[in-house]
């Protein structure tokens, strides 16, 4: 059966939460906030707009329209500073070998991400032609919790949503899939994914038979 088979780009195809969390502290040290690891968790699947409305927050600080878009155009600035190093050599743990094996499948594959940097992301990690849809930051109002970003992907493919697949590192993107009715596959830890169909650490646990599995559902 044909599925539409939906990834999430930071933490699920690579780790870009260690960058954002280089340029967002630089960013909150430099107008004197704080910013800890444990606030880094808290902006995975954030989109960025609202990722430096919640460091505002924490920092109690309030800031003119002009100097809120300056800062998040220095922190992205950082941001795609660390990106262009980007390699190969980045992604994560059989993520190569699953899109591989679905391409294989003639199966369709769309990105569904927060970001508004993954095609730069996906072309540095040289798997931009894996995918038959990108639907990123760039595409959507709503960000996650909202399905908007999954629907879109679906569409993109021209799969029905109940035939889709999402793979998420983020408990907001969890609900997103669920929300749009999709089968949500948690990449992670199930303490924290609770919500998802089905959780794994990564995609090293699982197996084409799982695929092959959800596939004919
Ligand atoms: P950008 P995902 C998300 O990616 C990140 O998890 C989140 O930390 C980031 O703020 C967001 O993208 C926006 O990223 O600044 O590049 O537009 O997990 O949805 O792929
Ligand atoms: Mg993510």
Redesign the pocket.
Known sequence: NKKGFIF????VIVDT?KY?YLAWKALANSIGIDFTHIQNEQ??????ES?LKKILEWGNKTLSNEEFLKLMSKK?EE?LSYISNMDESEILPDVTKILNYLSQQNQPIALG?????SKQILKKVNLLHQFNAIVD?NDVTNAKPDPEVFLKAANRVNIPVEDCVVFED?VA?IQAANKANMISIGIGEVSVLNEADFVFKDFTQISSEFIEKISKV
């Open positions: 999430d780009l930071d933490g939460a954002h902006l995975k699947g954030v989109s960025r990722s992205n941001y991400s927060a970001s508004k940097n930051g983020s993107g």
